[in-house]
């Protein structure tokens, strides 16, 4: 299975408000929703299960539950300097150009083609190329 959502369903979570970032946990929340539901209940355990996985697969994010607080503590125990950002810090805020420091996330929490850095004391999930928060470890 692809990750990839159809044009509608990307639509869709646009039009909600949803990230692309948020989307991926999304798609994945949703695949294996259908999976686990049509091998339980068939057909209609696919569209329930989809729904469902989908609602989960947002709320936990790109970490995960399991993964997120394992990730706070590795960056905690990583003692890096936190960056003072002056406006809200949430997903979709772009990090200036100019007095952040990036660090590669380790391939254990398998987030490749992001980055992360500390703003004001929480660790931030980023896309390298435009600097843009992805997630917000609180």
């Known amino acids: 299975m692809t990750s990839r959502l159809p044009p509608l369903a ?4 646009l039009g909600l408000g949803i990230t692309a970032a948020e989307a991926q946990g999304t798609a994945r929340g949703a695949q294996d929703g259908a999976t686990r539901g049509e091998a339980i209940a068939g057909p209609v355990g696919a569209v329930v299960g989809s729904a469902i996985g989908a609602a989960v697969g947002t709320a936990n994010s790109l970490l ?3 993964r997120r607080e394992r990730f706070r503590i590795y ?3 990583e003692h890096r300097p936190s960056f003072r950002y002056a406006g809200p810090l949430q997903v979709g805020t772009v990090l200036p150009p100019d007095g952040v420091v990036y660090y590669d996330v380790p ?3 398998a987030l490749k083609g992001l980055n992360y850095t500390i703003v004001n004391d929480h660790p931030v999930l980023v896309e390298p190329g435009t600097r843009r928060v992805v997630e917000v470890i609180d």
Request: cysteine-free; charged content about 15%; proline content about 8%.
């Open 10 to 13: 990307a639509a869709l979570l």
């Open 64 to 66: 995960g539950i399991d």
């Open 75 to 77: 960056a905690a125990g």
């Open 107 to 109: 391939p254990e929490f």
